[in-house]
């Protein structure tokens, strides 16, 4: 199939034109800036409320099709549980912008965390873990990566984690921070490594949540898709099908109310007239991921590195393409967790028993108290 970027150029402009107007005027921090500008409204505390509080909630979501509101291609009508920032710079000769939470607490205990998402989350989905961490003193800054949710989706771009992970260094020195705790889910976990190897001595400790990439799963024999396969598969996305995903690999087959919000924040963009634009940067990424290992540098991690590992996660990159032989061999997390666990020199690993890959959503109050403890046993800068 193929790919006029001049129409997806065209439906992305004409997308951000209908979906842009915000409740309060967006104002970009420069690199040169540290000042951050607040666009959208607070949400309230709970997801539930957060995602009823969006532009399109009129839409009210079904519990199963794929009914639901419209967003923009950067989930322009979706509002942050946090005010939203915008970091402009330029990568690969193209004017950007990085959307982003900073979050300072009431009381500060001088630290800092980066809450890195994954491939199905944005920002917005660490909510609760936002509140919790603010509320024991830590300042919390929360992004959305290039080719995500609110943050540029480019026509044109090398991904890479090594990329990524510079965007996101560039965002910390335009707000201030030297040194930080960096924490990691599902693919914001391969990010993490990945930040922590590029930038040892300001990563003061590192958490990965059910990071994926914990085994390479082209050398296990996981198929190569061409990134216009990807293209094809992404265009095909529905609320149906993130819910019978989410529910059965990140929920261990459960599923709650309060889990429906995020799907149609995912599904939204693929209603909206940008599709075309998010499904592309989409199969860009999944290439990103799928070549791109970092399980085979995990011996180099010189932090402390907490592991936070649902047990009955079953990610794996491409797993619907491979044979059911490689199929029956990938995404064990109670082994890679553990396997993980004896490459990294400094780590400690917390098994959730009956969680599944996004244990902060599912068991947040266990999830919560293994990670202030966590957190709490590294004090001070290295």
């Known amino acids: 199939m193929s790919i006029s970027f001049r129409r997806l150029s065209l439906l992305a402009t004409l997308s951000a034109a209908a979906f842009g107007a915000a409740p309060v005027t967006v104002c970009?921090?420069?690199?040169?800036?540290?000042?951050?500008?607040?666009?959208?409204?607070?949400?309230?505390?709970?997801?539930?409320?957060?995602?009823?509080?969006?532009?399109?909630?009129?839409?009210?979501?079904?519990?199963?099709?794929?009914?639901?509101?419209?967003?923009g291609p950067e989930l322009q009508g979706f509002t942050y549980p946090e005010p939203v920032g915008q970091y402009d710079f330029t990568s690969q000769g193209v004017a950007l912008h990085m959307a982003y939470m900073d979050v300072k607490p009431a009381h500060a205990n001088g630290r800092t965390v980066v809450l890195l998402?994954?491939?199905?989350?944005?920002?917005?989905?660490?909510?609760?873990?936002?509140?919790?961490?603010?509320?024991?003193?830590?300042?919390?800054?929360?992004?959305?990566?290039?080719?995500?949710?609110?943050?540029?989706?480019?026509?044109?771009?090398?991904?890479?984690?090594?990329?990524?992970?510079?965007?996101?260094?560039?965002?910390?020195?335009?707000?201030?921070?030297?040194?930080?705790?960096?924490?990691?889910?599902?693919?914001?976990?391969?990010l993490a490594v990945r930040y922590a190897l590029m930038y040892p001595r300001e990563?003061?400790?590192?958490?990965l949540v059910n990071p994926i990439g914990l085994e390479d799963w082209k050398a296990k024999g996981v198929p190569s898709l061409s990134v216009d396969d990807w293209y094809r598969r992404e265009l095909k996305t529905?609320?149906?099908?993130?819910?019978?995903?989410?529910?059965?690999?990140?929920?261990?087959?459960q599923w709650r109310a309060d889990y429906e919000p995020w799907v149609q924040m995912l599904a939204g963009m693929y209603r909206g007239p940008g599709k075309q634009i998010v499904a592309w940067n989409s199969a860009l990424l999944y290439d990103m991921i799928y070549t791109q290992p970092v399980v085979y540098e995990f011996g180099q991690l010189s932090m402390p590195t907490?592991?936070?590992?649902?047990?009955?996660?079953?990610?794996?990159i491409g797993k619907d393409a491979a044979s059911p032989e490689v199929r029956a061999?990938?995404?064990?997390?109670?082994?890679?967790?553990?396997?993980?666990?004896?490459?990294?020199?400094?780590?400690?690993?917390v098994e959730f028993a009956d969680l599944g890959h996004a244990p902060q959503m599912q068991d947040p109050d266990a999830f919560h108290k293994a990670l202030l403890e966590g957190l709490a046993a590294v004090q001070g800068s290295r």
């Open 28 to 71: 970009a921090a420069s690199a040169a800036s540290a000042e951050t500008l607040a666009t959208g409204s607070v949400g309230a505390s709970s997801t539930v409320s957060t995602a009823a509080s969006t532009s399109g909630a009129s839409e009210t979501a079904a519990a199963g099709g794929n009914a639901g509101p419209a967003y």
């Open 117 to 190: 998402h994954g491939k199905n989350f944005c920002g917005a989905t660490w909510e609760a873990t936002i509140h919790r961490l603010s509320e024991a003193g830590y300042r919390v800054i929360a992004p959305d990566q290039i080719g995500f949710c609110k943050s540029s989706k480019p026509e044109h771009y090398q991904y890479s984690f090594q990329q990524l992970a510079r965007n996101t260094h560039a965002l910390l020195e335009s707000l201030g921070v030297k040194d930080a705790t960096i924490v990691g889910h599902s693919t914001g976990g391969m």
């Open 203 to 207: 990563t003061q400790q590192l958490v």
């Open 238 to 253: 529905s609320a149906d099908g993130i819910r019978r995903y989410e529910q059965s690999t990140y929920y261990a087959g």
């Open 306 to 316: 907490l592991l936070l590992i649902g047990q009955k996660d079953t990610t794996a």
């Open 329 to 349: 061999k990938i995404g064990h997390y109670p082994e890679l967790g553990k396997a993980a666990a004896k490459a990294i020199p400094d780590a400690t690993l």
